[in-house]
Structure formats: C-alpha cells, structure tokens
C-alpha cells in the first residue's frame, strides 16, 4: 500500500512538472522561425503579415506570411508576398509565392 501511494505521489510530482513554455521561449522561437523564413524568402525587405500559426506538434510546422520586394531587376521592386512552413523537427524554411492572398488592384 505504501509503495502504491508513493508512486501516485512520484508520478503526481512529474505531471505537475510538465508546464507549457514560458513567454521568453515562445518569444525566442518565434525570432527563430522569423530569421529563417525571411532568409529562405529572399525578398527584400520581409516583413511578417500578422503572427505566426502554430500547428500542432503532430503536425510538425510553424505558417508565417512575408511581404516584401522581389530582388529580381525585371520585377522593378513589385511588393510580393510568400507563406513560409518552418518544419519544428528540421528547423528548416521552405517558402513559396502566395501572391494570390492580396486582393487585387481595382481598375479606375
């Protein structure tokens, strides 16, 4: 009996030590994810478009959105916008063009 009260008491004491991460990490890792996406962009002058959406940790990804200028001379620094996945595991970037998100100019 003592060693059954003893375990709930063990396995009770570790369950309470299992906390969400503080604000100062969360902080930290959305700096990461930042760096990252705005590296793998390339475009000039990233910004992010609102936060970041965490997925859950069975899905394994971070989605931010950038905006930006293209570095291309043909594109005459036309505003650009790309979706950013940052793959948690890897802790790697892949980007692709999500132009399609903005609404487009209205016709005078």
């Known amino acids: 009996?003592?060693?059954?009260?003893?375990?709930?008491?063990?396995?009770?004491?570790?369950a309470t030590q299992a906390q969400a991460s503080s604000?100062?990490?969360w902080a930290a890792y959305d700096k990461t994810v930042l760096a990252s996406?705005?590296?793998?962009?390339?475009?000039?002058?990233a910004t992010p478009v609102g936060n970041a959406a965490q997925f859950d940790d069975?899905?394994?990804?971070?989605?931010?959105?950038?905006?930006?200028?293209y570095?291309?001379?043909?594109?005459?620094g036309a505003q650009g916008t790309e979706l950013c996945l940052y793959n948690k595991q890897s802790k790697t970037a892949?980007?692709?063009?999500?132009d399609s998100i903005r609404p487009a100019a209205k016709a005078k």
């Open 1 to 14: 009996m003592k060693s059954a009260a003893l375990t709930l008491l063990c396995l009770t004491a570790l």
């Open 23 to 25: 604000p100062d990490a």
């Open 37 to 45: 996406c705005t590296k793998a962009s390339g475009l000039k002058n």
């Open 58 to 69: 069975r899905v394994g990804y971070t989605a931010l959105l950038l905006q930006g200028q």
């Open 71 to 76: 570095p291309q001379k043909h594109m005459k």
């Open 94 to 98: 892949y980007v692709t063009e999500w």
